[in-house]
């Protein structure tokens, strides 16, 4: 009896020391996370204040070109030569500006006629797609080319903000593009995964904003088949907004 007695304590002491190895690493998981969490935190702050700072330079070269402008068109009538130079001052801030939205993914170089702008996606580390559009006449900004997608809005985004406003376009046109970028790659590592997704399963909209699939889980040695819909609430979302999980 003390025999019997004794092995239960032992194998009471057993389960907690197990019990107490499995909260110390759960803590130092959470330490770890609680950490990288501080560093991403910290790269965010920094990139802002950079942002802020690129932002300050193009506000400031933009205020510098307006008041030439003016002064030009004051002191003389227009010429030839006075267009060029208005056309130089606007390639001069429309550089500025992607300087200034380089660090986002958004960069460009200068062509004969205007400028060729890349759009470069990513999602988590990831660098995924690049995109391309050719600017053309600077003062009254068109599309020559693109290499954009058919499904994204490209012409509406740019009736709104393109000859008003060219950061708000390509900022919008980015989120657009970054987003469908982002939730092509999840649905194409979920295609590729190993795990109990149930390979051919996977249904998925052209915007890919729309997700189904099946997948298994083992419980007790029995095996049980789930389905699943995952739906993002906007074309610019790179996360779920929304999950459905049923077992039929």
């Known amino acids: 009896m003390s025999v019997s007695c004794g092995e239960g304590v032992l194998s009471h002491l057993d389960q907690l020391e197990n ?29 802002r204040k950079e942002r802020d700072e690129l932002r300050d330079k193009v506000r400031q070269q933009k205020e510098q070109i307006q008041a030439l402008s003016v002064k030009d068109e004051g002191s003389r009538q227009p010429r030839p030569s006075t267009k060029a130079a208005l056309q130089d001052l606007r390639l001069e801030e429309m550089i500025g500006t992607l300087e200034a939205l380089w660090f986002t993914g958004i960069s460009g170089k200068k062509t004969d006629r205007g400028i060729c702008i890349c759009l470069s996606t990513a999602f988590e580390g990831h660098y995924l797609d690049s995109y391309y559009l050719q600017v053309e ?79 298994n889980v083992t419980i007790h040695e029995r095996t049980f088949c789930f389905s699943a819909r995952l739906q993002y609430s906007a074309v610019t979302s790179v996360l779920p907004s929304e999950a459905a999980v049923t077992c039929p």
């Open 19 to 47: 019990l107490s190895k499995n909260l110390s690493l759960r803590q130092e998981e959470k330490r770890r996370q609680e950490d990288a969490v501080q560093e991403k935190r910290e790269v965010i702050l920094q990139l």
């Open 137 to 215: 006449n600077l003062q009254k900004p068109w599309i020559s080319r693109h290499s954009i997608p058919p499904f994204i809005p490209l012409g509406e985004i740019a009736t709104s903000h393109l000859q008003n406003d060219m950061k708000k376009f390509l900022v919008v046109l980015f989120d657009h593009l970054n987003g469908y970028a982002g939730r092509k790659f999840q649905a194409d590592q979920l295609q590729d995964s190993p795990g109990p997704y149930i390979p051919g399963t996977l249904q998925r909209n052209t915007l890919h904003t729309v997700l189904s699939f099946r997948y």
